[in-house]
C-alpha cells in the first residue's frame, strides 16, 4: 500500500511538472570583441537591439550593434561600467564616474548624461556621494545625499521603474513618487529588477537571497540563493547564475532559471570548463546575454514550451 502511495506522488509530480511551461537554450554564441580586455557585465539595450558592457574593472562603456556586428567605446570614465543606464528609447545613456584625488582619500562623483547617437556628454550633479543614475520617461533621474532629483517631471499613470538601492532599501519612482521598500524588514538588498508587466519585483537579500513582491513590498515568494535575477521577457521566469566560490576564488558558475513561484528549476547551461555569470534577459527577444569567467561576452537564445 505505501509503495501505491509512493508511486501515485510520483506520478502527480510529473504530471504537474508537465504542466508547467519549460524553458531551455537552443542556441549559444560568443560575441566576437577584441581581445584586448576581459569584458564583463553586458545588458541589452531596452530595445533589444545593442549589448553594452564594460571591463573586468567597470571602467568604461562599450557598446555592440546586434545589426552591424561591431563595437564601439562610448567613454573611458572610471567605474561607469558599474553605474549606468540605457533610456527606453535607445538615444541616451546615463552613468556615474567615481573619481580619486591624488592621495587616494577624497572621492568626487558624477552623474554624466551622453546623447548616443552625437556621443556628446554633460555632466549633470557631482558630489561625494551621489547614487547610480537611472531614466524614468526618458528623462535622468538620480539622488545626491538621498534627495532625489527631476522625479515629478516623470509623473504619469504607469510610469514604475527602479530608482536603485538608497540606503540599503530599494527605491522606486511610482507615477512620479518615490517609494522605498524594505520587504523583508531591516534587510540589505540588492539586484531589484522589475518584472516586464511591472506588477512585480523580484530582488535579493544579503542574508536571505531573492525573492519576488508586488509593488507594495508585500513578498509573494521566497527563492533562496538565486544570484543575479534577470525576468525573461514572458515573465514566466527568472534567470540567474548559480556559482560556487571557496571565499577566495570562482569555482564554477552556471545559469539557471527558476519559476517565479519557486517551485520550477531548470538549468541552462553545462560548461564545467567555463563560467557563466550575470545573466541578463533581452526585452524584445528569447535571449539572455552574460559574461564568462574568460573575460567572453556569451548570447544563450532559449525557448519556452509547455
Not at 133 to 147: D, I, L
Not at 186 to 214: H, I, N, T
Request: charged share 20%; aromatic share 8%.
Amino acid at each position: 500500500m505505501i509503495r501505491y502511495g509512493v508511486l501515485l506522488l510520483v506520478l502527480l509530480a510529473a504530471f504537474a511538472s508537465f504542466g508547467q511551461t519549460q524553458i531551455k537554450v537552443k542556441r549559444t554564441e560568443t560575441i566576437s570583441l577584441p581581445r584586448s580586455h576581459a569584458w564583463a557585465h553586458p545588458q541589452f539595450s531596452p530595445t533589444g537591439s545593442a549589448i553594452y558592457f564594460t571591463d573586468l574593472d567597470g571602467n568604461g562603456i562599450w557598446e555592440y550593434s546586434l545589426k552591424t556586428r561591431t563595437t564601439r567605446q562610448l567613454t573611458s570614465d572610471p567605474k561607469s561600467g558599474l553605474a549606468f543606464t540605457i533610456a527606453t528609447d535607445g538615444k541616451s545613456l546615463v552613468y556615474r564616474r567615481s573619481l580619486q584625488d591624488k592621495s587616494g582619500r577624497t572621492r568626487k562623483q558624477d552623474i554624466v548624461l551622453m546623447n548616443l547617437a552625437k556621443r556628446s556628454a554633460s555632466v549633470l550633479a557631482s558630489g561625494s556621494d551621489v547614487s547610480v543614475p537611472s531614466f524614468a520617461n526618458n528623462v535622468p533621474v538620480y539622488s545626491t545625499r538621498s534627495k532625489t532629483e527631476v522625479l515629478t517631471r516623470t509623473a504619469g499613470t504607469g510610469n514604475i521603474t527602479v530608482l536603485g538601492i538608497e540606503n540599503t532599501k530599494i527605491a522606486l519612482n511610482v507615477n512620479g513618487k518615490k517609494t522605498v521598500l524594505d520587504p523583508l524588514r531591516g534587510g540589505s538588498y540588492v539586484w531589484p529588477v522589475l518584472s516586464p508587466d511591472k506588477r512585480q519585483l523580484v530582488a535579493y537579500e544579503m542574508d536571505k537571497g531573492a525573492f519576488v513582491c508586488d509593488l507594495a513590498g508585500t513578498v509573494i515568494s521566497k527563492l533562496g540563493r538565486r544570484d543575479a535575477p534577470s525576468w525573461t521577457r514572458s515573465g514566466k521566469w527568472i534567470v540567474y547564475m548559480d556559482d560556487k566560490d571557496d571565499g577566495h576564488q570562482l569555482l564554477a558558475s552556471e545559469i539557471c532559471a527558476v519559476s517565479p513561484d519557486g517551485k520550477v528549476i531548470a538549468p541552462l547551461t553545462s560548461t564545467p570548463g567555463l563560467h557563466e555569470m550575470y545573466p541578463q534577459c533581452s526585452p524584445r527577444e528569447n535571449k539572455i546575454v552574460c559574461s564568462t569567467s574568460d573575460g567572453s561576452i556569451v548570447i544563450l537564445e532559449y525557448e519556452e514550451h509547455e
